[in-house]
């Protein structure tokens, strides 16, 4: 049976679709690199829009990135409200993603767990196998 989705969530996806392409085709400013759009929330009353991004680089380069997309929110939402139909085109909040940074130390702290638990008893794999 398909998922019924909410009109927040269809144009939470629609926004992020066509900021991708705005970001990538009409952005100009040099501060804004390599963008990964990871979603966008919607507020119910379809006025304000949270948008999560990533983007490879350093603390610096993040900062600049974040800096850029929010000097654009402007451009962006006014973009946005020719190439989509909407009453209320939402005000754009940028936010930085860090789940993938996030669940890499993690990763990262398992395996050393690991790895020290195999270094403290070694004899625990023989008896496995």
Do not use: N
């Amino acid at each position: 049976m398909p998922r019924d989705f909410s009109r927040t969530e269809r144009v939470g996806d629609q926004i992020q679709r066509e900021l991708a392409e705005l970001i990538r085709m009409e952005l100009k400013d040099p501060r804004v690199g390599m963008v990964t759009l990871a979603g966008v929330e919607v507020s119910r009353d379809l006025a304000h829009a949270k948008v999560w991004f990533t983007v490879l680089g350093s603390e610096q380069q993040i900062a600049d990135t974040t800096e850029g997309l929010q000097r654009a929110a402007g451009f962006l939402r006014r973009e946005l409200g020719r190439r989509m139909r909407l009453r209320t085109v939402p005000h754009l909040h940028f936010q930085y993603d860090d789940t993938q940074e996030k669940g890499a130390r993690l990763s990262a702290l398992i395996d050393k767990a690991v790895a020290e638990d195999r270094a403290q008893h070694p004899d625990d794999d023989e008896d496995r196998s």
